[in-house]
């Protein structure tokens, strides 16, 4: 059984600034990609950012330059630094990871976390 919890959200102002953080937990043998996305109400999930193992990102072209990526691969923990908070980024984000399990025969699945909600007032 694999876990992905996340923890940060929540109100700030425009300007603010937010720390997002992802723990995987469980029957863990291996973690590639672990990525961020958001969904704002009406709208499609989309990705926000993205980090490989050896720690290669990319971002959507709405946040470059104002969030951060990062991940502690021997805390099996993905990290989204928000700073310049606008009231656009306001949306439930997720947490998403390549997992490769204990469990035989050792396959990957995508995992995802239960959603923190992000709010910036104007």
């Known amino acids: 059984q694999v876990q992905l919890v996340e923890s940060g959200g929540g109100l700030v102002q425009a300007g603010g600034s937010l720390r997002l953080s992802c723990a995987a937990s469980?029957?863990?043998?291996?973690?590639?990609?672990m990525r961020w996305y958001r969904q704002a109400p009406g709208k499609q999930r989309e990705l926000v950012a993205a980090i490989t193992r050896g720690s290669s990102t990319n971002y959507a072209d709405s946040v470059k330059g104002r969030f951060t990526i990062s991940r502690d691969n021997a805390k099996n923990t993905v990290y989204l630094q928000m700073n310049n908070l606008k009231p656009e980024d306001t949306a439930v984000y997720y947490c998403?990871?390549?997992?490769?399990?204990?469990?035989?025969?050792?396959?990957?699945?995508?995992?995802w976390g239960q959603g923190t909600q992000v709010t910036v007032s104007s």
């Open positions: 998403n990871a390549a997992i490769q399990t204990t469990v035989v025969p050792l396959v990957w699945y995508d995992y």
């Open positions: 469980g029957t863990i043998r291996n973690i590639n990609a």
